[in-house]
């Protein structure tokens, strides 16, 4: 009889929590406040932008991990790869007389292949091509080299005896066809390996070129097949193979910084800095302006979208980009150190924007819009989310630098495709009590 | 040796904790008249009295009833009641054109009495006064640089308004009993508009837009009332509430503070028992909202009249325990509506009382259920629904 209350209460407590709760729905325009204007601004470059400026050398051609091959390519390219392999196996496991295994700590070089892969799909050209190797035998720093010097760090700058390498020591040639291979091989006898195989040297290694002109090859990678002997067992040769240590690339002529206009990308990668004045007030669209009058302040919180928008430019041939272009945008958090300010967050996401290199050839003057809500609300509001000064300097640059020696070109301010900013805005709700 | 029972009073303070946690927060949306002027008024009332079709005053019998301040004179012992009340809706709007269906579980009253020595007995109870919980969808077209493209606006209104009273009762000689309660009223509400622009095609994540304010509501009310019992089988009763205007005070600066004229409130009922276990009762309730559509910006309020009347049979029995019968009409206007036409609700009403635990005369616990099948209406629309009503009682602290 004493369990009744208690029964009761779990009946009350049940028949509640057995309702699920929808809520009265209505599309009744009565029931809503007065509709709220939705309304597209496009800012001109003097009402938002300015202080642009364009900067090179972020990163080498070493960072790469990939070469390019050319020869006079649009009349003006040249580019060789240099490479040096990494240290040759100590020793080799061979089958002695008695069937079982031994390492033979004595092995004998006497032969290999050089390797050279090569990529179809970034390279521009479609017949067969001729492919030369040749051996180094100057001093050169693969992380600061270039075409005029083999080492070119702070306090030590040697040319090279020949510019882009060219007083290399030739060890053959090889036609290149992309329709059948994607590898050509150079063999290179006990003598060269023997020089190669003293990883201490700085005088030592490869520059692959191109002899037929007119045309630009993206190198993969390289790589060194060993035929090697055994001194236990002469009748056994066994192969082996040797990765590279260092690969970078040579070119020549290095691009001019452009006159005018926004450049990004490239090996080493350029970046444009601009500044993004959010705007404190509007004075049209005119549709904004009959339902609440102009001008209309901008508060941060009306802000759905906001964009910059930019025009793409057909570059110099010899640089146009052959792949997709990453474009990444970031807030510069402290431009009085340009251009070694430290770069906020990606208002493009990892992968960045991703542009088709069409855009930047025949296709020119396409709108490439990238996305810069939450940096106008930030101005706006004067902070960031972490309570840190808004940023007003946007840095845009390529998502991987570098990435190619391609880069990628954009109208600037003056042109009649200069960068807009793009500002779609609700305002003009107001919610009362009835 | 068994362990020493525990009365069923002795679990008020759980049950009280169970309906404080329900109370102010559990106040779910259950009309689209919610939307309409200051939204849907909720009566404090328990099932009892809603199954009867009473529109809160004069049934014969003691209970803490807000409306009723002088039923609680002659309970005697302290006591606890919580209701809740769960409802399915129908709608049907031929001016619109929409139909739709919704549910929802309110709290509309959680009261306690307790004796104040000799001065009679205090009550203290927690009930609904405004219902306003309701959501609004409107789609809309914008105009980008790409052309229209629509959008959808989403209007949400939580809240309402609730009353805390503190009240007293006591017989006057053997057959009046007065009472009066002083009530303050309570509650906020929160309206969210958020225009939603996910069907614009753009390269990035397009921000909501959202606006919205919150306002909390305050003001207070008198009620006083008094009865006349005819023996132990009938009983006349009326009560008038009085309020102060109610404010609502916005927490931003950017939205208005209100004032709404709250109504006078005037009710009279009676009971009677015709025979032995057959109690009738009639009761009516007349409120001026009339004035509160003078402050509102939008919609009109009128004058309002309850109505009802009903029957109880209370020598029905159930698993051998008393269990009484009850069937009800009722009927009320609305004081706002959706379109500016006289809105009104009417319901047929029943239900069923179980005595849970007693002792000789006293019922320890019980447990009202009641059933109402009813609509809302106005001219274009029409809202059917289904309302429970369930109400624990105990006493015996």
């Not at chain 1, 902070?383 to 300097?393: L, Q, R, S």
């Not at chain 2, 622009?197 to 008198?222: A, H, K, N």
Request: aromatic share 6%; hydrophobic share 40%.
């Amino acid at each position: 009889m004493n369990r009744l209350p208690l029964v009761a209460l779990a009946v009350l407590a049940l028949a509640t929590v057995a309702c699920e709760e929808t809520p009265p729905t209505s599309v009744d325009p009565d029931v809503l406040p007065p509709e709220p204007i939705t309304v597209e601004a496009g800012l001109s470059w003097d009402e938002f932008g300015g202080g642009l400026q364009v900067f090179p050398g972020f990163g080498s051609a070493s960072d790469l991990g990939s070469g390019v091959l050319a020869e006079d390519f649009e009349g003006v390219l040249d580019a060789r790869t240099l490479g040096r392999f990494a240290a040759f196996p100590r020793t080799i496991t061979v089958r002695d007389s008695t069937g079982g295994t031994r390492a033979d700590s004595l092995p004998i070089f006497r032969a290999g292949r050089v390797g050279v892969v090569l990529d179809p799909e970034a390279s521009t050209n479609q017949e067969p091509v001729t492919v030369t190797l040749g051996a180094l035998s100057q001093v050169w720093d693969p992380a600061s080299t270039t075409w005029e010097r083999a080492v070119d760090t702070i306090g030590d700058a040697r040319p090279w005896d020949e510019p882009g390498a060219g007083s290399a020591r030739p060890l053959g040639e090889m036609v290149w066809d992309p329709a059948e291979n994607d590898t050509v091989y150079f063999p290179v006898d006990s003598a060269q390996l023997a020089e190669w195989r003293d990883t201490t040297a700085l005088d030592q290694g490869i520059v692959v070129g191109v002899e037929t002109p007119g045309e630009r090859i993206q190198v993969q990678r390289i790589l060194l097949s060993l035929d090697v002997e055994s001194t236990l067992d002469p009748d056994t040769v066994v192969s082996s193979t040797v990765t590279r240590r260092d690969l970078t690339f040579i070119y020549s002529p290095v691009p001019e910084p452009p006159p005018d206009g926004i450049r990004i990308g490239g090996t080493p990668s350029w970046r444009t800095v601009l500044q993004v004045r959010a705007p404190e007030t509007l004075t049209g669209p005119p549709a904004l302006c009959e339902r609440v009058g102009c001008p209309v302040a901008v508060d941060p919180d009306q802000i759905n979208y906001a964009a910059l928008v930019f025009r793409t430019r057909a570059g110099p041939p010899a640089f146009q980009p052959t792949d997709t272009v990453n474009l990444d945008v970031r807030p510069v958090l402290a431009p009085e150190v340009l251009p070694k300010s430290p770069l906020g967050a990606s208002l493009t996401g990892s992968v960045g924007r991703r542009v088709g290199p069409n855009l930047f050839a025949e296709g020119e003057g396409a709108e490439i819009e990238i996305p810069v809500t939450e940096f106008i609300q930030d101005q706006l509001r004067g902070e960031t989310a972490t309570g840190e000064n808004a940023p007003v300097y946007v840095a845009l640059l390529s998502t991987f630098e570098p990435l190619s020696i391609a880069f990628a070109s954009f109208h600037g301010p003056g042109s009649e495709l200069e960068p807009r900013l793009k500002i779609i805005l609700t305002t003009g709700a107001t919610v009362e009590l009835p | 040796m068994t362990a020493p029972s525990r009365s069923p009073a002795m679990r008020l303070p759980a049950l009280l904790l169970v309906a404080a946690a329900l109370g102010p927060a559990s106040l779910h949306g259950q009309s689209i008249y919610n939307s309409a002027g200051l939204g849907l008024p909720v009566e404090s009332l328990d099932a009892r009295t809603r199954s009867l079709g009473n529109v809160g005053i004069g049934l014969l019998g003691s209970r803490v009833l807000p409306s009723d301040p002088a039923a609680a004179a002659l309970l005697g012992i302290p006591g606890a009641v919580l209701t809740a009340q769960p409802s399915w809706v129908e709608l049907g709007r031929t001016d619109t054109g929409e139909t739709g269906s919704y549910q929802g579980t309110r709290f509309p009253l959680v009261g306690i009495s307790y004796p104040a020595w000799d001065f009679g007995m205090a009550t203290f109870s927690f009930g609904s006064v405004l219902d306003q919980r309701y959501s609004g969808i409107r789609n809309a077209t914008v105009d980008l640089e790409e052309g229209p493209v629509a959008v959808v606006d989403s209007f949400d209104v939580s809240g309402g308004i609730s009353e805390v009273r503190l009240g007293l009762a006591r017989p006057v000689g053997s057959a009046f009993q007065v009472g009066v309660s002083v009530g303050r009223y309570t509650g906020s509400t929160l309206r969210t508009l958020i225009r939603s622009l996910d069907g614009v095609s753009l390269t990035g994540t397009v921000s909501d837009f959202q606006e919205g304010g919150r306002w909390e509501y305050s003001g207070t009310s008198v009620t006083g009332g008094a009865s006349m019992n005819v023996g132990q089988i009938a009983r006349l009763a009326g009560s008038v509430t009085w309020s102060s205007e109610l404010t609502a005070q916005a927490d931003s600066e950017e939205q208005d503070d209100r004032t709404f004229d709250l109504p006078l409130e005037l009710r009279v009922g009676a009971s009677a028992m015709l025979a032995p276990g057959l109690l009738v009762n009639a009761s009516l309730r007349r409120a001026s909202w009339g004035g509160t559509g003078d402050d509102l910006r939008t919609g009109i309020a009128r004058d309002v009249t309850a109505y009802g009347a009903g029957i109880e049979l209370s020598r029905a029995q159930l698993l051998g325990r008393q269990a009484p019968i009850r069937v009800g009409y009722r009927s009320a206007d609305l004081p706002f509506s959706l379109n500016g036409e006289p809105a009104s609700e009417t319901a047929w009403t029943g239900g069923i009382g179980l005595d849970l635990a007693s002792t000789g005369p006293l019922v320890l616990a019980g447990l009202d259920l009641a059933v109402e099948w009813g609509e809302r209406s106005e001219i274009g629309v029409v809202e059917d629904f289904w309302r429970g009503s369930l109400t624990l009682r105990v006493s015996g602290l």
